[in-house]
């Protein structure tokens, strides 16, 4: 037998009778709340392959983004958004990156989540990426892999969009397939590609369930998100887009200042080095070591 429920006309609060006893809402106005039959709850599994190497850039950001997904939750709920969505968090650190990935949507099928969103801890999200995102699934169920526009970390930094060949290697008798990036690609649009990186991205569950495991591993030198994305066009007929509308920051490598990289800067830059005359003479023998032998 299903439990009554009542609605607090105050703030919207949908409210069990065991809340009611412990004074929730109390002299607020209640009405009998009778839940939607076609009332859909998504669930979404937010997912961290974290190398546990962040950043306090980066950390500062994915702690105001949870923040903002549990206000998110609670105010579709109050609402009664539907579809609407529910989130919960996963991490796995201190392995190496397929491993970590690999476990983290074996974890996501275990719960009976319907989208995972995996981010990479080194990426800079805004603010609104989470529910553009989920927007963009809704109103496109042909979609499978989506992801937001991201640049590699180091130079030339393209962006991590992808077209892919296939073919036969008659001397190995194995299927093969070569990345090309898609340089030139098309700015503020929903675009569909070949496959795409993993910096951040939504991935559609049921249609992880058409594909065989392992999910992220191979003995192919290629990134496993790529790996990921051909496996699933093959195997789940799957649909891989990029939104480049939605826009990631990817935190680059922190730069040591030191005798070097000063010397590197004075010759990039074409600086001028002019000698001058020391204030005090520069004597051969260090004036510690004639103090050292007067206490001796």
């Known amino acids: 037998m299903s439990q009554k429920l009542y609605r ?14 412990k004074g929730v809402c109390a002299g607020h106005t209640l009405v009998p709340h009778e839940p939607d039959e076609d009332h859909k709850v998504y669930q979404v599994a937010v997912s961290v392959p974290s190398e546990s190497l962040i ?16 206000g998110l939750q609670e105010r579709w709920r109050y609402e009664r958004r539907n579809p609407r969505y529910e989130f919960a968090f996963f991490t796995a650190g201190r ?33 609104d990426a989470f529910p ?19 640049f590699m970390r180091s130079a030339p930094h393209y962006a991590v969009i992808y077209t892919t060949k296939e073919g036969y290697d008659p001397v190995r008798h194995t ?14 649009r929903l675009v569909e590609c070949d496959a795409v990186g993993f910096g951040m991205v939504v991935i559609r569950m049921e249609m992880v369930k058409r594909m065989q495991k392992p999910y992220f591993f191979s003995m192919s030198a290629t990134g496993e998100d790529i790996l990921f994305c051909v496996n699933a066009r093959k195997q789940a007929k799957a649909r891989v887009f990029v939104d480049t509308r939605i826009k990631l920051g990817h935190l680059g490598e ?6 070097a990289y000063r010397e590197k800067y004075v010759k990039e830059h074409n600086e001028k080095l ?10 051969e023998i260090d004036p510690a070591e004639k103090f050292n032998s007067l206490d001796r």
């Open 132 to 150: 553009k995102l989920l927007e963009d699934m809704e109103a496109h169920p042909e979609i499978d892999i989506l992801a937001p526009l991201a």
């Open 95 to 127: 392995m190496i990156t397929p491993m970590a990935r690999e476990k983290l949507t074996t974890t996501a099928l275990d719960h009976g989540m319907d989208y995972m969103i995996m981010y990479d801890d080194d990426m800079l999200i805004p603010y």
């Open 254 to 259: 922190s730069i040591i200042i030191d005798e």
């Open 8 to 21: 607090c006309t105050y703030d919207n609060k949908i409210l069990t009778e065991k809340a009611l006893s």
């Open 274 to 283: 002019v000698n001058v005359a020391y204030k005090y003479p520069i004597e």
């Open 55 to 70: 950043k306090c850039d980066a950390y500062d950001n994915h702690m105001i983004n949870i923040f903002r997904l549990g």
């Open 175 to 188: 299927d093969y397939y070569i990345n090309h990036w898609v340089k030139n690609y098309p700015k503020d």
